[in-house]
């Protein structure tokens, strides 16, 4: 069981962070993940992996005026 923005959801397999907000259809151009609180680059989404019990937070940034 992992938690993604503070739902929990079914874990099956070590995945991507790439791999889980395709999941997610979380596709916005600008977004920060952390994973336990740990700010992951975006250069590193193909490569950083979420494991069982790892709570993942996706925020996407907007900008306004």
Excluded at 21 to 28: A, E, F, G
Excluded at 37 to 54: L, M, N, S, Y
Aim: overall charge negative.
């Amino acid at each position: 069981m992992i938690t993604v923005n503070r739902r929990k959801m079914e874990y099956e397999k070590e995945v991507s962070v790439e791999s889980l907000l395709t999941l997610c259809n979380y596709t916005y151009p600008l977004i920060v993940v952390k994973i336990n609180g740990k700010a992951i680059p975006q250069e590193e989404f193909a490569t950083a992996i979420v494991r069982d019990g790892d709570a993942v937070e996706a925020i996407h940034l907007i900008a306004g005026g």
